[in-house]
């Protein structure tokens, strides 16, 4: 598949320093991909124990239909909601259900819980314009709890506005990916558990 970024800054994948960098970002412009590649890392993940939180995104097609019915599995509780709206076969534009959306508590309660990775499929329209998922990564940050997250190329530039270019852009491929995923974790695991220095009395 062709790597294309000619709308998002000239940010290098995997820089030099990336044990600087708490968030890696799957720069993308086809969002099944995207679901498929996250999907498929958080499962290898969890799948080596790993207590991984956030959401994943699936896709499903039906026969008859030109669109597939969309998923998104809570990765610590191992829930999946349908979020689409089922409006026809010829049914154009937005096809997010938001109460069920609405529903979804599995970003916050993960950043809570202090889990190893949080997983977030997509900074999307809703982020850029400062609403969704926003405080939840900035929570997860403060937290400094590893961040995984799809932001399409459109929305690149809102992204780094959020966050700031401290960040680790992955190459879309999975062991790419999961060995970003595994070194923050472990980096992230050093840090909380080191044993701070004791305050000097006077």
């Known amino acids: 598949m062709e790597w294309r970024h000619e709308h998002a800054p000239l940010i290098p994948a995997e820089p030099a320093n990336p044990g ?17 590649l996250l999907a498929q890392c958080a499962a290898g993940l969890v799948a080596s124990g790993y207590r991984l939180g956030g959401v994943v995104q699936s896709n499903a097609h039906r026969r008859g239909r030109r669109r597939s019915d969309m998923y998104v599995k809570d990765l610590l509780a191992g829930d999946e909601i349908k979020i689409s709206l089922d409006r026809g076969s010829e049914a154009r534009g937005c096809r997010l259900d938001p109460d069920a959306f609405a529903r979804i508590d599995a970003c916050e309660r993960a950043v809570l819980e202090r889990v190893d990775l949080l997983i977030i499929n997509k900074f999307g329209r809703e982020e850029a314009h400062g609403r969704g998922l926003r405080p939840v990564i900035a929570e997860a940050l403060i937290a400094e709890i590893p961040l995984v997250i799809g932001v399409s190329t459109r929305n690149f530039c809102e992204f780094l506005t959020f966050v700031g270019d401290l960040v680790t852009r992955l190459r879309p491929d999975i062991e790419a990916i999961t060995a970003w995923c595994r070194n ?12 701070r220095p004791s305050s000097a009395h006077a």
């Open 20 to 36: 600087l960098s708490q968030i890696g970002v799957v720069v993308y412009d086809d969002g099944l991909f995207r679901d498929a």
């Open 184 to 195: 923050a974790i472990e980096r992230g695991a050093h840090h909380r558990f080191q044993p």
